[in-house]
Each structure stands twice: as structure tokens, then as C-alpha cells.
């Protein structure tokens, strides 16, 4: 089983709240990436890093930020939650080649 | 952008049916994977390949890098099978992955 968790697994937040979507692995892995999925649709990257204090944005535009402080850990922030973020965020990580991707279990995301 | 399309999107299946999901995808990659997604949202690794054939218990996993085409199968399919598949490649320039909308899996006893 793949070392890699989130928290809060689930989310219920009022309309323009700051909230922080925590993501820690602990494989020692260079490579995170933040994917978000809508209910029933597929899944878009969001932001990735290959590696401390490296951050990119992915292909699906997205208000949220992220930060890479440490290795182990990639938290996504969003400084005013809207009903429009309401969705499921799935962190994920890989190490050196381009080798498999490990999962978190995910955020469930309600914004009301 | 990678684009990948799968087929079909949703299938019924009866327990113990020999079961196949096509995907294929239009630009050079450097490996696709075979994703599984149950209904609590967790995602869990198949298979990642980038020629050839790979197995693991009951399923198999092909791909033809000329067709850029790639097959999973599930033999003796059984009700635990029933999940949402997702095919995904990594292109040659990054290490993200570009997914597929998937294909519900339901297999009935």
C-alpha cells in the first residue's frame, strides 16, 4: 500500500473561506501532483512539482496555489473558497524515472 | 496535450466473463498506465507499460506502440471487478499523466 495521505478525506466549507488541503508522502519521491476530478468526469492536473521550492501550474486552470517546502509534502491552498470549487482533489506522487504514480485517498470538496 | 479516449464507456458484465477495455491515444508518449477507481474515489495502479504485454493475476494489459493503442482484459471477471478504469499516458516531455473519462465496470454475480 502507497504512502501517501490527505487530509481532511472530506470537506463541507461556506462560500469565501480560506482552506488548505494538506498532502504528505512518505516514499521520498522528487515528483507531486494535484489532480482534480469532478463527479463523474475525468481527472485534470491541477499543479505539479519535480522537487523542492518547484511549482507549476497543470493543464486545467485553477484558483488555488500550492507550495513545496519539503520534500514530503504539497499542500494546496484556496484563499476564497467558492461553489465552483466543489470537487474531489487527488494528490498523487512518483520518484525518479518516470515510473508509476501513487495515490492519496483524496478530498471530498463541498462549497456551499 | 495528449489526448486518450477509451472505449466503451460504461459495461454490464456477468460474473466469469472474459472482459476487455480498449484505449488509444494520438501522440508519443513515454508510458500508459491502467488505473483502477472505486466508489469511495481512491485510485489504485495497475499496470504502467511501454511495450509489450504485462500480467498480474487475472488481468492483462497489452499495448501496440505503432496502433498507440493499448487493451486491458479481465478474465474470469467476478463482482469485486466492478470499478471505473481509467487509461492514462505520461508524454515524452513531462512526468504528469493525461487521462481518459474512464469506462464503469459492473460485473454481476
Known amino acids: 500500500e502507497a504512502d501517501i495521505y490527505q487530509t481532511p478525506r472530506y470537506l463541507v466549507i461556506g462560500t469565501g473561506k480560506k482552506i488548505t488541503l494538506e498532502c504528505s508522502q512518505t516514499?521520498?519521491?522528487?515528483?507531486m501532483y494535484w489532480y482534480q476530478q469532478d463527479p463523474g468526469m475525468e481527472l485534470h492536473l491541477i499543479h505539479y512539482?519535480?522537487?523542492?521550492?518547484?511549482?507549476e501550474k497543470g493543464d486545467l486552470s485553477s484558483e488555488s496555489t500550492v507550495s513545496r517546502i519539503r520534500t514530503e509534502h504539497f499542500p494546496l491552498t484556496l484563499e476564497s473558497a467558492r461553489p465552483s470549487h466543489t470537487s474531489q482533489y487527488l494528490c498523487?506522487?512518483?520518484?525518479?524515472?518516470?515510473?508509476?504514480?501513487?495515490f492519496g485517498p483524496g478530498t471530498r470538496l463541498t462549497v456551499t | 496535450k495528449n489526448e486518450v479516449e477509451q472505449s466503451p464507456q460504461n459495461l454490464t458484465a456477468q460474473e466469469g466473463e472474459f472482459i476487455t477495455i480498449n484505449c488509444s491515444y494520438s501522440?508519443?508518449?513515454?508510458?500508459l498506465h491502467w488505473l483502477q477507481q472505486h466508489p469511495g474515489g481512491g485510485i489504485v495502479s495497475l499496470f504502467m507499460?511501454?511495450?509489450g504485454k504485462k500480467k498480474h493475476g487475472r488481468l492483462i494489459a497489452t499495448i501496440n506502440i505503432q496502433e498507440k493503442h493499448s487493451s486491458l482484459h479481465i478474465t474470469a471477471s467476478h463482482p469485486r471487478d466492478s470499478a471505473v478504469y481509467i487509461c492514462?499516458?505520461?508524454?515524452?516531455?513531462?512526468?504528469?499523466?493525461?487521462f481518459g473519462k474512464g469506462t464503469s465496470l459492473l460485473v454481476t454475480p
Open positions: 501522440v508519443g508518449i513515454s508510458a
Open positions: 492514462a499516458v505520461t508524454s515524452n516531455s513531462g512526468y504528469a499523466l493525461n
Open positions: 516514499m521520498g519521491h522528487d515528483k
Open positions: 512539482s519535480y522537487g523542492v521550492n518547484s511549482t
Open positions: 507499460l511501454s511495450s
Open positions: 498523487a506522487s512518483s520518484g525518479r524515472d518516470r515510473g508509476e504514480q501513487y
